[in-house]
């Protein structure tokens, strides 16, 4: 009995080992009360799709869309147009930041202009919470290369070695005999200011290389302290003891059936509580969005294993090339409750009902024939307080409806107590007919929400054309 039960053990081993040599199960999840990830991307071409978007995952496998699978951030600089974002987390967890290229394909430019003559900047994000988010501001790093024709792709990671972030991206330019997309780098600690540019990655002969992303692996695992994952013809692996050293070729992932040919964008996570990882890649030349593929040593292409695709779901939007963050539970805790999967909603008039509330140039009033998501708000909890709404712009999020001297606007949240105030209001039973709704200012509790002359306002509400104008569906 004993000897069968060996050869039976024996069978069994061999018969895991097989299987898992095809195709690797899916990582153990993390312990239930673990945080997990975030993902910022964009979803696609065209001046909404090529905005800042944010899913969550507990398991880094399986996807939700935050928001309602809308816009988080809104680029109102450049070409307004944003794409290939990267999160940046300062050392001490104070500071996030997000970069992201400069480009709006299909809403003002297209690929021959964006590759000889796009622009030369990267856009910005900062944030102290990961939630409140400032205005985006352009940061010039190809402008001092000389015939720099554009930047993209950018990424930043922390050097300890010189206490500040590599701040790295790809500019074509002519350059020994070759014009071509390399990687530049530069020294950053605000990501206002930047070293000069210097050549980071640069591919022999005419072969470009565009998307680059570093991980930092722990002590013990390989044989390397960073790994790099660039789209270079290849999805070619390197490995280094420090981030502006010697990266030593270690292979690409052509051995699993993927080149740079079907996919880009190599994104990198780490599962939670174990040395697993992932590479997520952009299956850009089928259209498919991200796929995953999984390692326990991100060192070794041999140790790369494909997942069958029922072992992960990307959710409703599809994802384009972004950035995956480990969460802390703090962090967790104010990102999903800040962007809810929040209906949008319309303000329809009571007495003129073929008008909406909308926004246009900033202003607010009420139109015929909104089509736009100008005429799309998400009903927030009050940002001065539970029990109240604000009204946040579907296609300019962050911003919110604000009364100032009585007049409304749709503006941006700057985070102060007057503004909270401003942008909030009451819901109650409407001041025409109980089954719509009116608004009732929350620092004047004796104005309500009223169009006048087709513009929206804070009045007194002492008549009936004054309860008329007051009175709101909120429908979708």
């Known amino acids: 009995m004993r000897t069968l039960l060996s050869r039976l053990a024996a069978i069994l081993v061999a018969a895991c080992l097989l299987f898992t040599g095809q195709v690797l199960t899916t990582p153990e999840r993390a312990a239930a009360a673990d945080p ?54 300062s050392p001490d967890g104070s500071k996030y930041w997000i970069t992201a290229t400069d480009l709006c394909i299909s809403c003002g430019q297209n690929w021959d202009t964006a590759i000889n003559n796009g622009s030369r900047n990267l856009v910005v994000w900062e944030s102290t919470d990961l939630v409140t988010w400032s205005k985006p501001w352009l940061l010039n790093v190809a402008g001092a290369i000389p015939d720099g024709r554009n930047a993209w792709a950018p990424e930043a990671i922390w050097d300890p070695e010189t206490n500040d972030y590599v701040l790295y991206w790809a500019t074509n330019v002519p350059f020994n005999g070759a014009t071509k997309h390399r990687i530049f780098y530069a020294r950053t600690n605000d990501f206002r200011t930047i070293t000069t540019p210097q050549i ?44 502006l050293g010697t990266w030593t070729r270690l292979g690409d992932l052509s051995g699993i059936g993927l080149t740079g040919s079907q996919v880009e964008g190599p994104m990198w996570m780490k599962f939670n509580g174990t040395n697993k990882w992932g590479l997520y890649l952009d299956q850009y030349a089928t259209n498919g969005g991200y796929m995953p593929v999984v390692t326990t040593d991100p060192s070794n292409p041999a140790a790369y294993q494909k997942l069958a695709s029922t072992s992960y779901n990307m959710g409703g939007t599809k994802k384009r090339h972004g950035w995956i963050m480990n ?121 309500y929400i009223r169009h006048y002359a087709y513009y929206l306002k804070l009045d007194p509400i002492t008549t009936a054309t004054a309860r008329s104008d007051a009175t709101f569906r909120v429908t979708n």
């Not at 939700?64 to 809308?70: A, E, I, M, Q």
């Not at 072969?207 to 013809?233: F, K, M």
């Not at 999020?397 to 749709?410: A, E, K, T, V």
């Open 36 to 89: 997990g990830y975030l993902m910022v991307h964009f979803t696609g071409e065209g001046a909404t799709n090529q905005q800042m978007y944010l899913s969550h995952s507990t398991d880094g496998l399986h996807w939700n869309d935050l928001n309602g699978g809308g816009m988080v951030l809104r680029s109102t600089v450049g070409t307004q147009g944003v794409r290939d974002p990267a999160f940046v987390r």
């Open 200 to 243: 980071y990655i640069d591919r022999p002969g005419t072969q470009e290389i565009i998307d680059t992303q570093i991980i930092q692996v722990p002590s013990g695992v390989g044989n390397y302290r960073y790994v790099r994952a660039s789209g270079d013809g290849q999805i070619t692996l390197e490995g280094s003891n420090s981030i």
């Open 327 to 447: 969460l802390t539970t703090a962090e967790e805790s104010r990102v999903l409750a800040r962007w809810p999967n929040t209906q949008a909603n319309r303000l329809q008039s009571y007495n003129f009902q073929d008008r909406y509330v909308r926004h246009t140039n900033f202003d607010v009033r009420i139109d015929q024939n909104v089509t736009s998501d100008d005429a799309e708000f998400r009903l927030r909890t009050g940002l001065a307080g539970s029990g109240t709404v604000s009204f946040e712009s579907v296609n300019y999020p962050g911003y919110f409806l604000r009364h100032s001297n009585y007049d409304f606007q749709l503006a941006y949240n700057d985070g102060s107590s007057q503004f909270a105030a401003d942008a909030t209001f009451r819901q109650v039973a409407g001041l025409a007919d109980s089954t719509w709704s009116s608004f009732q200012s929350y620092n004047y509790p004796d104005r």
